[in-house]
């Protein structure tokens, strides 16, 4: 999850939080409907008529529809030039992990609640490094906002239960947070590794109709196990000190290691941050965990092969010894 800058006090363009997350969450399903069926030649009204005319969604409820629209006009309806760009990336198979966070970009503009959700209670906690969502906490943040007049009305205890749950399933499907039940930030390497996808489509096939990969040679180390390649270029690049500590029981897990080092044939390539090599932990099994990399830079790969700058990044490349 990116930084994001703090928001202070109310400024005068605070907008007070609604409950409408309660109707609609991701949505991302109805969102690629809309704009698969959306016709930019016709301005928003005409689109809308049609649509509803037309029940695209499938929906028994009409009220349900209307409501599924309102939402998909605050969200992605108010700039023309918006909309004609999310026309563009449903229809040309955008890939779909990029097109969810695009998705959960211009949704956090709109929603206000869910914006402050993200950047005053998920951003303080992974700069921390904690990752899992202690959900009575969570709705003890919305408590406090409500009590704060930071809403458009009163919300009782049971209302303040639904919108926590609406808010994390939301951004559980935006990618935001992951489980089923209990949630937990999404790890960062879920976005890098859509990032990688998209960078280097010759990788991957796609699916025509759902944009997702069918199979691809970009994959989590889980993924790979029980596979073998010529060449293994592996990415260990989170370099927050802090999220590494707290997530080190599964990033520096040797078993990932393990597979991760033997699926290559012939080389294997390593990609790393810095931190990795140099993280100290007081912990036991953290510090065994962290030697196993540290050793891979001072036993195995012990000679310096290159060293200078790439896009303002110091990189050093080592390898085996000659």
Not at 115 to 124: M, N, R
Not at 171 to 191: C, E, H, T
Not at 235 to 252: G, I, K, N, P, V
């Amino acid at each position: 999850m990116q930084k994001v800058t703090k928001i202070g006090k109310l400024s005068s363009a605070f907008r007070p939080y609604t409950s409408k997350i309660i109707k609609a969450g991701a949505l991302i399903g109805d969102t690629k409907t809309l704009l698969s069926h959306w016709d930019t030649s016709e301005s928003v009204a005409e689109n809308i008529d049609r649509i509803q005319r037309e029940n695209v969604f499938g929906k028994a409820s009409r009220s349900r529809v209307e409501d599924i629209l309102a939402i998909f006009r605050q969200r992605y309806l108010a700039e023309e030039c918006v909309t004609k760009a999310l026309v563009s990336l449903v229809r040309g198979k955008f890939p779909a992990a990029a097109l969810e966070r695009v998705f959960y970009f211009h949704s956090a503009r709109a929603d206000q609640l869910l914006h402050d959700a993200v950047t005053q209670i998920l951003v303080p906690m992974h700069e921390r490094g904690l990752v899992d969502i202690n959900v009575q906490e969570f709705q003890r943040s919305i408590a406090k906002w409500v009590a704060e007049g930071k809403t458009t009305g009163h919300w009782s205890e049971p209302t303040i239960t639904r919108i926590a749950q609406g808010l994390l399933s939301a951004m559980r499907d935006f990618g935001v947070l992951q489980g089923a039940v209990n949630k937990k930030i999404a790890p960062s390497f879920r976005a890098q590794r859509a990032a990688l996808r998209q960078s280097f489509p010759q990788l991957c096939i796609m699916d025509p109709t759902s944009g997702l990969p069918v199979r691809s040679a970009i994959d989590t180390v889980e993924r790979f196990q029980g596979g073998e390649r010529t060449l293994i270029l592996v990415s260990a690049t989170e370099s927050d000190r802090a999220y590494l500590l707290a997530s080190c029981q599964f990033l520096l897990d040797p078993r990932r290691l393990t597979v991760a080092l033997s699926r290559a044939k012939r080389k294997m390539i390593l990609v790393a941050s810095r931190s990795i090599f140099s993280l100290f932990s007081t912990d036991e099994e953290t510090f065994a965990n962290s030697l196993l990399w540290k050793n891979l830079l001072l036993r195995t790969c012990s000679s310096q092969l290159w060293e200078g700058e790439r896009k303002g990044k110091k990189v050093a490349v080592w390898g085996g010894k000659r």
